[in-house]
């Protein structure tokens, strides 16, 4: 019998082959670590600093043109058809209409959007969904402070200067079934750059970003009986989550305590800020991308006739703030508050004197309550009967007053531990944050503030949290 020998130079190649084949999909070190929360929790993110490169070149902002006054005439009273930035002095409109063509439509200019020989026409689709997509710009700067801050966003945080944004979705065809026959695939277990590749459900939008299916698969105690969640509903959330960790490039632990995935206590604040940017983006797919269905010629739709809609990489682009934080709605102030609401300023008052659709101020019992303080036990984050009182008192008059927002700050005291008494702190703040929940209180009324520390000497004061009204 003859017997063919590999040589030992042979094995060696097949060797290096094989262990080539298993690191392909590795990442080669030194790697960048950043702790993000308390030693012990695993909350770590991990960077490579290769990658990183392009994420950071792809994040710089522009430089901003030079800021105009806004003395003079409105831009509504000099020009025609100015229906959304009529507001502002001819000075600011042409500052902004100078950046939002450098941002959006850098090579056809001023014309990918206007009729050249009659700027006031509307015959452009694409100037009927510009003076629609400001409105949502404005809108989400006023409206969902609880994601954007102060920073807010501007055109260019998802154009990039181009004149569709690069990261935006549609529906997916359904699957076929007639050639399936593996039977039904669940919308999973296909490549999808949706998912990165991964065999969770490919659409991980239409459901959560669109629809408003319940997210939460975690159950809140052991053996739950109230609490069923499905293994198909638990791959469409972590197919969600996966999407919002490469879109921000960052790892499950920027949000969540890995040693208690669904508990909110212990999490990072960021968590609460991802809750507030996943309404947003339900809120700007259905309120202003899909009203637009009809005005989108068909080669701008997707397959089921449905117009471009935005997820968390139309603006973050592999970036855990989008542009790294920088603040270029500052130098754009028409962006930064709705024209309707300031229209209604320069608009007469009533023979009252008030505006019409004014918000109410505050109830005198509330202004008397609040700030209130909730006091806890030396070491303790269970709320006494006391407490208790003092937040169903509150959650009484905030109930009858749903336009007031509040805030909840914890106290650090300064004697013993520092990290135990923040944490503590933050249970602490945890606790009147459900306590109110439970009192009627809707969540995103409610926003948590980083602990703070206590003055020396301040006895039970230090071991206390205030409840404030944020001014309407």
């Not at 710089?60 to 959304?84: C, F």
């Not at 009529?86 to 014309?111: D, I, R, Y």
Request: charged share 20%; aromatic share 6%.
């Amino acid at each position: 019998m003859n017997t063919t020998l590999v040589q030992p130079k042979t094995w060696f190649k097949l060797i290096a082959l094989s262990a080539l084949a298993l690191l392909s999909a590795c990442e080669r070190p030194p790697m960048d670590t950043v702790q993000t929360g308390y030693r012990g929790t695993g909350m770590v993110q991990v960077y490579n600093p290769r990658i990183m490169e392009g994420v950071i070149a792809a994040n710089q902002a522009p430089p901003s043109t030079p800021a105009a006054p806004s003395e003079g005439p409105k831009a509504r009273d000099v020009y025609q058809n100015v229906k959304v930035l009529g507001h502002l002095g001819v000075g600011e409109f042409t500052q902004l209409m100078v950046s939002m063509t450098a941002w959006v439509s850098p090579e056809k200019g001023c014309n990918y959007c206007h009729n050249p020989a009659n700027f006031a026409d509307d015959s452009l689709y694409t100037k009927v969904v510009a003076r629609k997509m400001v409105e949502m710009t404005q809108t989400i700067n006023s409206d969902w402070k609880n994601h954007v801050a102060a920073t807010g966003v501007t055109c260019f945080t998802c154009h990039r200067g181009q004149p569709v944004p690069e990261f935006i979705w549609f529906k997916p065809e359904a699957q076929a079934k007639g050639a399936d026959f593996i039977g039904n695939k669940m919308g999973q277990n296909t490549p999808a750059a949706s998912v990165k590749l991964a065999s969770l459900p490919y659409d991980p939008f239409t459901p959560y970003l669109q629809g408003a299916e319940p997210i939460r698969v975690n159950a809140t105690k052991a053996l739950p009986t109230d609490h069923v969640a499905s293994i198909a509903s638990t791959e469409k959330t972590y197919s969600l989550m996966s999407h919002m960790s490469t879109s921000l490039g960052v790892n499950c632990t920027f949000c969540h305590n890995t040693q208690a995935f669904g508990e909110w206590k212990g999490a990072s604040p960021k968590r609460v800020t991802a809750y507030h940017g996943i309404r947003m983006v339900r809120d700007i797919n259905n309120a202003f991308m899909t009203p637009l269905t009809d005005t989108f010629p068909a080669n701008r739709k997707g397959v089921l006739g449905d117009v471009a809609k935005a997820n968390c990489s139309t603006c973050h682009q592999g970036a855990y703030k989008p542009l790294f934080g920088a603040p270029m709605l500052k130098d754009h102030p028409g962006l930064a508050s709705l024209s309707k609401a300031l229209d209604k300023v320069d608009a007469p008052a009533p023979a009252d004197g008030m505006p019409a659709d004014a918000a109410p101020a505050p109830s005198a019992g509330l202004s008397s309550l609040l700030p209130a303080k909730v006091l806890f036990a030396v070491g303790k984050d269970g709320l006494t009967d006391e407490a208790r009182k003092v937040i169903e008192d509150a959650g009484k008059l905030l109930t009858a007053e749903p336009g007031v927002k509040v805030t909840i700050s914890g106290f650090a005291d300064q004697s013993g531990n520092l990290n135990t008494n923040m944490e503590l702190s933050k249970r602490r703040a945890f606790a009147v944050r459900d306590a109110l929940k439970a009192a009627g209180v809707a969540e995103d009324r409610i926003e948590l503030k980083k602990p703070e520390m206590a003055v020396a000497g301040a006895d039970a004061d230090a071991r206390r949290v205030e409840i404030n009204a944020v001014k309407p």
